[in-house]
């Protein structure tokens, strides 16, 4: 079980003093935030990919590029990269460099994107959104896999003998996940590749997200890459802690209140009731967590997302030793116990290079 954090990048004002942090010291925060993770045992840090204001993350792989020569062991992500209005050229290109940057610490999660504006900034249209992802997704998925592509599509011009540069790393290509929250094509897709499934299940009630994850387990059975509880499936969560739960819940409702994406909405308790949001102990945080393995089955990838809505730094980073010391040691005992020996592992490039090889071995062995 990989445990880790995600950022969106927000720029957003304090609401407790006022005070907005600029693009730089936001940018800088993220990296600092990025370390931290690694420092406090963490597995995975994911940045989102957001070309619009209230957000920095604007190229993910320069960020992530940057932390690979500053961090040693935590692995490097997407929370979201556009597979809709990105090149899936540039995509290929650009994080099969990275996997050399970062000796192979690198995976990434597609998403179509959730802002409509976007879409003609990159000369794309927004009810395309479905067809590109799988057309898009089509052509990443033969570059990184095929040395020489010949392809011609829908939305962009053809290829003739073309071939991406560099080549993966130990030619293992990064291992995807399709990001959703609402679409039942997406979950097809993952499982049609054998990809793995995110349901970034922070704003809805669980039993949507249950259905979307049973909808690509059930397929990723059909297709033959194992049984459905086999399946690589990974979840989101928001979290803020203090040793006392009263004063979490006292010290996070402004934040929560003035949220530019949940904010003047539902009350912070509602909030909590309905979505993975634990604001409280970290005891309650380990307890609401682990009820996410009754929901969704056993999953392989938790994501946490601590640093939005304004929080200051030194408050994330607060909630970073919380979550190190007294959440994920805990959370990772459980989970083991429960999880029973068939269900794998989240793939890392070094369990996607040991099964390419052993595949290799086999086929080669006469009879």
């Known amino acids: 079980m990989q445990f880790g954090i995600f950022t969106v990048g927000d720029v957003t004002g304090d609401p407790t003093n006022g005070r907005t942090p ?61 597979i809709t209005t990105n090149d899936p050229v540039k995509i290929a290109e650009d994080f099969a460099m990275l996997q050399h940057l970062a000796d192979g610490r690198v995976d990434l999660m597609l998403g179509r994107g959730n802002t409509g504006p976007v879409y003609p900034w990159f000369g794309k249209d927004i009810r395309d959104g479905i067809a590109l992802a799988i057309e898009n997704y089509h052509l990443l998925h033969r570059l990184w896999r095929e040395d020489v592509v010949d392809w011609e599509g829908k939305f962009r011009t053809p290829l003739r003998s073309f071939t991406s540069t560099p080549r993966p790393l130990d030619d293992v290509p990064p291992f995807v996940w399709h990001g959703s929250i609402r679409s039942p094509e997406i979950a097809e897709q993952a499982a049609y590749y054998g990809d793995g499934f995110f349901a970034n299940n922070i704003f809805w009630p669980k039993e949507h997200f249950q259905r979307l994850i ?32 009263q004063d979490a819940v ?22 909590t009731e309905q979505t993975p949001l634990t604001v409280g102990s970290p005891q309650q945080v380990v307890d609401k967590t682990l009820t996410f393995r009754e929901h ?72």
């Open 296 to 367: 969704f089955g056993d999953y392989q990838r938790q994501l946490f997302l601590i640093d939005h809505a304004g929080l200051p730094l030194k408050t994330v980073l607060e909630q970073l030793d919380l979550l190190g010391e007294e959440v994920v040691p805990v959370l990772r005992k459980e989970f083991a116990a429960r999880k029973p020996a068939h269900v794998p592992d989240a793939p890392t490039h070094a369990s996607l290079r040991a099964a390419r090889t052993a595949t290799e071995t086999a086929t080669s062995l006469p009879g």
């Open 250 to 271: 006292r010290e996070f409702r402004p934040y929560f209140d003035n949220a530019p994406v949940y904010g003047h909405g539902p009350s912070l308790e509602e909030f």
């Open 22 to 82: 600029s693009e730089a010291e936001r940018i800088k925060a993220m990296v600092t935030i990025a370390q931290k993770a690694e420092e406090v045992g963490l597995d995975v840090f994911a940045t989102g990919e957001h070309h619009n204001p209230p957000f920095v993350p604007s190229s993910p792989t320069t960020m992530l590029g940057y932390l690979a020569g500053r961090t040693d062991r935590i692995q490097l992500s997407t929370a979201t990269t556009l």
């Open 214 to 245: 049973e909808l690509y387990r059930r397929r990723y059975e059909h297709y033959g890459h194992g049984a459905a509880d086999q399946a690589i499936v990974g979840l989101g969560g928001q979290v803020f802690m203090r040793k006392n739960s």
